[in-house]
């Protein structure tokens, strides 16, 4: 009974080692395993995850995005495919430049010079048929007070009204200078003077020019003055009238004769004063107070509008230059 008990073992053992060789055969060439045989460069073909989150085993569906697919998945435009280079975060090699296009060239153009409106027919024709050249003395109040002669010295140190960055001085000289251009362009001799009359001074006409004051700030106006003591009157007038009326339709101020002061009809560079600097008895004289310069109306207009005050002063002596 003991010797078949040993051929089954030996059976059995000879089973179980058959088939544990069966299955390792199978585990190596199975689906689970790789066939030593098989073509070593053929890829993998792995699941891949489309857009609606699902996994394919389509080998197309993994292939490698074209650089076309890419754009286009964005959403974005192509051109020629042939152009793009692979790869979602590609750039054109030669992005087109932006078109400059040049600006024009500004060449600044100088400011006219200003002129005198045109005068009527037979002033103009008068004036240009005086021989010799007439003068003319336009006066820059408290220009160059510093210099003034010595029998004048106590009105060395007066440069006239100020106030807020202005000074009357640097106003009367700016518009003096105007009106002195004016007149030089109808073929007048014109001295520009500061504050020192030249001695016994002879000219057609001398006008001085002040920017007026007053602690009432609500005054506006222009006002002229001639001498007191003038020898001729008649002259003195005829010019103070005739810059009176150009002046005012000029600027639009009106005249404010009431202020007119002591000062002004005793205006040291008026003749017959007792002063060697100052005009000479038949020299025809007027001072001018443009505008209250403590007024802002008539400030603004003295600055800002300088042209238009030296053309009114122009106009005026012209005309009673061509009325002689």
Known sequence: MRRPRLRESTLTHLVTAVGVLLIGV?????PLGRSPHEDSSKPLVTASVDQTGSQSSD????????????????????????????????????????TVTPQPTVTPQPAPAP???????????????????????????????????????????STGAEGSGWREVDINLDIARRVAALLEQQNLIVDLIPSTVPSQYKADAFVALHGDANSNTNLSGYKLARSSRSSILAKDDALLNAISGEYAAATGLPNHPGTITVNMTAYYAFANRGIDHSIA????????????????????????????????????????????
Not at 26 to 30: E, V
Not at 63 to 85: F, I, K, M, Y
Not at 118 to 132: C, D, Q, R, W
Not at 294 to 319: Q, S
């Open 59 to 98: 080998p197309a569906a993994v292939r490698p995005a074209s650089a076309e697919e890419s754009v286009r998945s964005r959403g974005g435009r192509t051109t020629d495919p042939s152009a793009l280079v692979a790869g979602p975060t590609a750039a054109p090699t030669n992005p087109p430049r932006p």
């Open 281 to 324: 008895p038949t020299t025809p004289g007027v001072i001018l107070e443009m505008g209250f310069l403590t007024t802002a109306k008539d400030r603004t207009l003295l600055m800002g509008r300088p042209d238009l005050v030296a053309g009114g002063i122009a106009r005026g002596i012209l005309k009673y230059l061509g009325g002689k």
């Open 115 to 157: 002129t005198v409106p045109p005068l009527p027919a037979p002033l103009a024709s008068a004036l240009s048929k005086v021989t010799p050249k007439l003068r003319v003395g336009i006066q820059a109040g408290h220009w160059k007070a510093a210099e003034q002669a010595a029998e004048l010295a106590s009105l060395r140190g």
């Open 26 to 30: 199978a585990l190596a060439s199975g």
